[in-house]
């Protein structure tokens, strides 16, 4: 089984394509994330505010493991998502800080991003992978349940540069993804 890098190449399955994050695309992907309506059901409500938004690029840019998630078919800059806090030892990967444009929202684009993620995951070493949601974002909750996640915890998470918030903490383990993703 080949090792796990957290920012692979590319991932792409024909609808959503995931590239490794660089700074090149900090404008392109603000202006996807620049809807309030993005936001509204996450812990940080005003991270579509540009001085906000440069604080999550930059944990973005730090974290070795972002991605800039575009619509395969247009090319057109639809998000990003990102595994971090990898723990080779216990076989672990948090994935996170995922958004989308809301004109990708439904009709299965998000379960299209976490499915490249998840079996890249699962396929290169790693066995368990974690999700931290928003206790108020209960369209991502929802996306988790769909996914076949199960809530372990809550816990107060500061994300980067941000003060802590309640998350729910979900969990996906190789075992139960593999052969049904």
Request: aromatic residues 12%; proline residues 6%; without cysteine.
């Amino acid at each position: 089984m080949p090792s796990f890098n957290p920012q692979p190449a590319t991932l792409t399955d024909g609808r959503v394509r995931l590239q490794p994050l660089q700074a090149a695309d900090f404008e392109a992907l603000y202006a996807a994330a620049a809807d309030p309506l993005v936001w509204e059901q996450h812990p940080n409500p005003t991270r579509y505010q540009r001085p906000v938004f440069e604080t999550f690029f930059a944990g973005a840019m730090e974290s070795s493991g972002a991605f800039l998630i575009t619509d395969a078919a247009t090319g057109a800059v639809i998000g990003s998502s990102r595994f971090y806090d990898v723990d080779a030892d216990q076989k672990i990967v948090l994935i996170g800080y995922s958004f989308l444009a809301r004109s990708h929202w439904g009709g299965g684009t998000n379960r299209a991003v976490k499915t490249l993620l998840l079996d890249y995951a699962f396929a290169h070493g790693i066995a368990e992978v974690y999700f931290y949601v928003g206790a108020n974002n209960r369209r991502s909750q929802r996306a988790m349940e769909k996914l076949g996640a199960e809530k372990t915890a809550e816990q107060e998470i500061a994300y980067h540069g941000e003060p802590p918030k309640l998350n729910f903490i979900y969990r996906i383990r190789r075992a139960d993804w593999v052969g049904r993703g």
